[in-house]
């Protein structure tokens, strides 16, 4: 059975068909997912932020050759660190695939903000600025 597939199975496993079916969560632990690797790799949150701005300011592209792209710079991005993707989607599968771990992720999924992109209730970070006030006779 090939990867994807197995991957849908855990899914289908862990959580009901509504949120395995739902595209916008998908999107965003996605997006979480690839920040955190890039994240790790020395990115930094303005790279990123520039990169949101400059993506977001052009049309959307099409679906299948946006995933092509998504595989062949992973691909490249391993390569440059000396990461073997297959070695490590095996090993993440593996690990949460582990009936403790699935338990963790259910609960981290009940609990999280409905209709949010943030994975759980999280505190304003500190490298954010605080929001402006105001004047009050403004």
């Given at each position: 059975?090939?990867y994807q597939?197995?991957?849908?199975?855990?899914?289908?496993?862990?959580?009901?068909?509504?949120?395995c079916r739902?595209?916008?969560?998908r999107?965003?632990?996605?997006?979480e997912?690839?920040?955190?690797?890039?994240q790790?790799?020395?990115c930094?949150?303005?790279?990123?932020?520039?990169?949101?701005?400059?993506?977001?300011g052009?049309?959307?592209?099409e679906?299948?050759?946006?995933?092509g792209?998504?595989?062949?710079?992973?691909?490249?991005l391993?390569s440059?660190?000396?990461q073997?993707?297959?070695?490590?989607a095996?090993a993440?599968?593996?690990?949460?695939s582990?009936?403790?771990?699935?338990?963790?992720?259910?609960?981290?999924?009940a609990?999280?903000?409905?209709?949010?992109?943030l994975?759980?209730?999280?505190?304003?970070?500190?490298?954010?600025?605080?929001?402006?006030?105001?004047?009050?006779?403004?």
């Open positions: 059975m090939n597939k197995r991957v849908l199975n855990w899914l289908t496993a862990c959580f009901s068909m509504e949120i739902d595209v916008t969560e999107n965003h632990r996605f997006l997912e690839a920040l955190e690797l890039v790790s790799t020395g930094t949150a303005s790279e990123a932020h520039q990169l949101v701005d400059y993506v977001f052009r049309p959307p592209g679906p299948f050759q946006e995933i792209g998504v595989k062949v710079t992973l691909s490249a391993c440059s660190i000396d073997d993707e297959d070695l490590a095996e993440e599968l593996t690990r949460i582990a009936p403790a771990v699935m338990e963790k992720i259910r609960a981290r999924q609990a999280k903000p409905k209709h949010s992109p994975p759980e209730r999280t505190a304003r970070p500190a490298s954010s600025p605080p929001a402006q006030q105001k004047n009050a006779t403004t």
